[in-house]
C-alpha cells in the first residue's frame, strides 16, 4: 500500500478534522443542501441557496416573479427552517439565470452515417440544376457535419 509523506493529510483526516478548511466547506455544503431540501417543500419552483450569513438566508431564482413569490412566503419559509433548527431572521433574493442554456449542438439531430451519399446520389440523378446544385452542397456540408461529430470525444 502507497503511504503518504508525513506533511499530506489523507482525505480522511481532513474531513474529520474538525480545524481544516476542507472540513468546514463540507459542512457548510451539507447544512445548504438540509436548508434547501426544508425549503424545496415550500417553494414549487426550481431555485438555490447561496448562503446564510447573520441569520439572512440568500437565495437566487431565475424570474422576479419568483423572487416575489417567495418573499410572499418569507414567514413560512422561516418557520419551516427554526422547526429544523436552523436560525433566519430574513431572506435575501437574488435573481439571475440558473442553468446556462444548452449549446445548439445539444439538440441538433445526429446525421446517420450514409445521410450525405444518399443526398448526393439525389442530386445527381435529379434533373433540375439549381435543386442539383443545392442538394449537392447540403451533401459537402452533412459530410462535413458528421466528420465533426465523430472527430468529437465521447
Known sequence: MLTLPRQVKSIKTILLNGNDILHLLVTQSQELKSIQEIIASTIPFEFAICGIKGGILSIIVSKATEATNVMYREEEII????????????LKMKVQPLKNKPSPDANRNIVSKNAAETV???????????????????????KKQRYKDSAKPS
Open 79 to 90: 418557520s419551516a427552517l427554526s422547526g429544523a433548527g436552523i436560525v433566519a431572521n430574513g
Open 120 to 142: 448526393a446520389m439525389q442530386a445527381i440523378e435529379i434533373g433540375d440544376s439549381a435543386i442539383s446544385s443545392a442538394l449537392s452542397r447540403l451533401s459537402d456540408t452533412l
